[in-house]
């Protein structure tokens, strides 16, 4: 069955308030765009057309509006409320129905990934997980106690994840793109909610672990991750993807170009979104690359 997408777009931005309070945290620009742009694209270009948004009931009218069907950019573009939040590993629960037992690529709204081989390694991870159940990536960073750590063994497999440890024993953590078979809802059926109440994607992860089903898709120090979560992390990301863009003289996030490449729409129709927008830089950086091929 084709692997399908899952972008968890429901949080409530409470550390970005107050500028969430007009507008829902995914859709906030980051740089000349929203910041789901980012993780959509991703998902295209390792080839998924097939996108369930997770949203907030108060802003489904806004998502749709934003994204519609996704038809006219060659993708199929669902939508499903999150009513309370329970976390990450929520998302297979309200996931089921849309997946009808498709592996699956989940993807958080806010994180965003740089760097020339990322897709590359996204890809890989993608196949990692077909031929084994799951895959994760594992990101070196300087304070690896605030997050999720990875521990591996000699043979650099993974055999244990243990969240924000004193003393991490890797300094690989595990951002938030996460690649798993057709049997996440299943097991996240077994999952009890933590001491926060939540269903822990870490437990997740784990059940693969233990089925020996988990593997492990390192990032090397060139990708760089942000998690977007409050304004100087927000701010920080945009300086960095303007960088990028200028030094590559690419248009990252551009989940529309991103379509075209992959052969989901044609050079016409790219460039009637191109025309849509043609009065800011986005759709004119969209017409200069129309203007190259």
Same mark, same amino acid.
């Given at each position: ?41 991703? =998902? ?245 690359? =129309?203007?190259?091929?």
């Amino acid at each position: 069955m084709n692997t399908k997408g899952i972008i968890l777009a429901a949080g409530k931005g409470t550390r970005l308030m107050p500028a969430t309070i007009p507008a829902s945290k995914p859709l906030l620009p980051l740089y000349d765009k929203p910041m789901i742009y980012y993780p959509i694209e991703t =998902l295209i270009r390792i080839g998924i057309k097939d996108i369930l948004f997770i949203v907030q009931e108060e802003d489904l009218p806004i998502f749709k509006k934003t994204f519609g069907s996704g038809e006219h950019v060659g993708l199929n573009f669902s939508y499903e409320i999150q009513k309370i939040q329970k976390g990450i590993a929520d998302a297979y629960f309200i996931a089921e129905e849309f997946l009808q037992g498709s592996p699956s690529v989940l993807a958080l709204s806010d994180n965003v990934f740089l760097g020339k081989k990322y897709f590359e390694y996204a890809s890989s991870a993608l196949d990692k997980m077909l031929n084994m159940g799951a895959s994760v990536f594992g990101l070196p960073v300087s304070d690896p106690e605030k997050f999720g750590v990875i521990e591996l063994d000699k043979d650099d497999k993974i055999i244990d994840i243990v969240e924000k440890p004193s003393v991490p024993k890797s300094n690989l953590i595990i951002p938030g793109m996460y690649f798993f078979d057709s049997m996440a809802s299943n097991y996240t059926k077994t999952i009890k909610p933590s001491s926060r109440g939540e269903l822990e994607i870490t437990d997740l992860i784990k059940i693969y672990l233990n089925y020996q089903k988990l593997s492990l898709q390192r990032l090397d120090e060139s990708i760089v991750w942000h998690d977007t979560g409050n304004a100087e992390a927000l701010l920080s990301a945009s300086q960095k993807v303007r960088q990028f863009e200028n030094d590559h003289h690419i248009k990252l996030g551009s989940y529309e170009i991103a379509s075209f490449e992959k052969g989901f729409i044609s050079a016409s129709e790219l460039e009637k979104i191109a025309d849509k927008f043609i009065k800011s830089d986005y759709g004119q950086a969209i017409k200069n690359y =129309l203007l190259k091929i």
